[in-house]
């Protein structure tokens, strides 16, 4: 199993405050089956400032901690970058990273955005050959008032990015009921923990595929655990889609 976001880095972000808790979690992440995890701390959101070459000098420290803690887990470089306005022009300097050595970012939307320059940054990211990945878009305020509107993102070249425990219904119920629409309507290509610290914000990746397979059918679940893969691979990943014969118990 492959987790493509999480806060695994210790003080650079609200994730684990040392060493010790980040290990607390990479044991964890193991137990549940997950062998690599791309580690993205919060950048460009006007809290964080953790650009490329920090998070590749502590990702490097942190596999050689792991290493000699025997805890065989890889971490990858990545971000998980607020869009802001200048973030073509940090890209192009090289201070924004990819998910692991793949073209793919994790952008994560601010509390406001307008929606014709989110589209033109799609399109500008793709004309650069980089695909937009949306963090827990089943969180965001629009979304959750009608899931379908991130139909027209997807279309423009982005994918979805689930968390977790929004779909164990970590944060109610009107979210969990969202996540389940966005795998209905075939927005949601990849599932992840967004986890933070051991015990507060931990990993459930396991129970979370668990509930796609009982609610979407194992062929589903298996997709979204697939384009995972594809990913780090480098490859498209898309096309995830629940069965019909279970959509109809998903509207609103």
């Given at each position: 199993?492959?987790?493509?976001?999480?806060?695994?880095?210790?003080?650079?972000?609200?994730?684990?405050?040392?060493?010790?808790?980040?290990?607390?979690?990479?044991?964890?992440a193991?137990?549940?089956?997950?062998?690599?995890?791309?580690?993205?701390?919060h950048?460009?959101?006007?809290?964080?400032?953790?650009?490329?070459?920090?998070?590749?000098?502590?990702?490097?420290?942190?596999?050689?901690?792991?290493?000699?803690?025997?805890?065989?887990?890889?971490?990858?470089?990545?971000?998980?970058?607020?869009v802001?306005?200048?973030?073509?022009?940090?890209?192009e300097?090289?201070?924004?990273?990819?998910?692991g050595?793949?073209?793919?970012?994790?952008?994560?939307?601010?509390?406001?955005?307008?929606?014709?320059?989110?589209?033109?940054?799609?399109?500008?990211?793709?004309?650069?050959?980089?695909?937009?990945?949306?963090?827990?878009?089943?969180?965001?305020?629009?979304?959750i008032?009608?899931?379908?509107?991130?139909?027209?993102?997807?279309?423009?070249?982005?994918?979805?990015?689930?968390?977790?425990?929004?779909?164990?219904?970590?944060?109610?119920?009107?979210?969990?009921?969202?996540?389940l629409?966005?795998?209905?309507?075939?927005?949601?290509h990849?599932?992840?923990?967004?986890?933070?610290?051991?015990?507060?914000?931990?990993?459930?990746?396991d129970?979370?595929?668990?509930?796609?397979?009982?609610?979407?059918?194992?062929?589903?679940?298996?997709?979204?655990?697939?384009?995972?893969?594809?990913?780090?691979?480098g490859?498209?990943?898309g096309?995830?889609?629940?069965?019909?014969?279970?959509?109809?118990?998903?509207?609103?």
């Amino acid at each position: 199993m492959i987790d493509l976001h999480s806060h695994l880095l210790p003080g650079l972000d609200d994730g684990p405050l040392t060493w010790e808790e980040s290990l607390e979690m990479a044991r964890a992440a193991l137990n549940q089956g997950i062998r690599a995890v791309v580690a993205t701390p919060h950048h460009g959101d006007g809290v964080h400032d953790n650009p490329a070459e920090l998070v590749l000098e502590t990702v490097d420290r942190m596999n050689r901690f792991y290493a000699q803690s025997r805890v065989p887990l890889t971490v990858l470089p990545g971000q998980e970058i607020r869009v802001y306005s200048g973030l073509l022009d940090d890209l192009e300097k090289g201070k924004l990273l990819p998910l692991g050595n793949s073209r793919y970012l994790l952008l994560e939307l601010p509390d406001e955005w307008d929606k014709h320059s989110l589209l033109e940054l799609f399109h500008e990211l793709r004309l650069l050959n980089y695909k937009p990945v949306l963090a827990h878009p089943e969180r965001y305020a629009p979304f959750i008032r009608n899931p379908s509107l991130l139909a027209e993102y997807v279309e423009a070249g982005a994918l979805g990015q689930v968390t977790a425990h929004s779909l164990l219904g970590r944060y109610g119920s009107a979210i969990r009921r969202t996540a389940l629409h966005m795998c209905r309507d075939g927005t949601i290509h990849l599932l992840s923990s967004d986890a933070h610290r051991p015990r507060t914000r931990g990993y459930e990746m396991d129970r979370a595929y668990r509930t796609l397979e009982r609610e979407a059918g194992r062929e589903y679940a298996e997709a979204l655990a697939e384009n995972s893969r594809r990913v780090l691979r480098g490859e498209d990943a898309g096309g995830a889609r629940a069965p019909r014969r279970l959509r109809k118990a998903w509207f609103f």
